[in-house]
Nanobody, 121 residues
């Protein structure tokens, strides 16, 4: 019914930048909160950033000032602009969204498949 597809990951040198995208598709009635999570090798998945449908956002402290979350509601797409990347930012980045489909009155949570970000010289 609903798919979240991340893109934009890759290999970048320390200090570099990447822009991740998360595109939602399917039988979407509305998208509420959208989030980015990441998971480093051998570690638990952790929250990175959140953006509401109105555009208000929160950023995890370790990436505040370097990462910016945004969304384009017309395109059902969320972005994560990552600047001044550090090796500790390496991991799989996952999109998460709370979506109400056209078949349901109850919003549900959906996850993307993840996109790999590797920060290394």
């Amino acid at each position: 019914q609903v798919q979240l597809v991340e893109s934009g990951g890759g290999l970048v040198q320390p200090g570099g930048s990447l822009r991740l995208s998360c595109a939602a598709s399917g039988s979407i009635f509305s998208i509420n909160t959208m989030n980015w999570y990441r998971q480093a090798p051998g570690k638990q998945r952790e929250w990175v950033a959140t953006i509401s449908s109105s555009g208000s956002s929160n950023i995890e402290d370790s990436v505040k000032g370097r990462f910016t979350i945004s969304r384009d509601n017309a395109k059902n797409t969320m972005y994560l602009q990552m600047n001044s990347l550090k090796p500790e930012d390496t991991g799989a980045y996952y999109c998460h969204a709370v979506i109400r489909t056209t078949q349901s009155k109850v919003p549900e949570a959906y996850w993307g498949q993840g996109t790999q970000v590797t920060v290394s010289s």
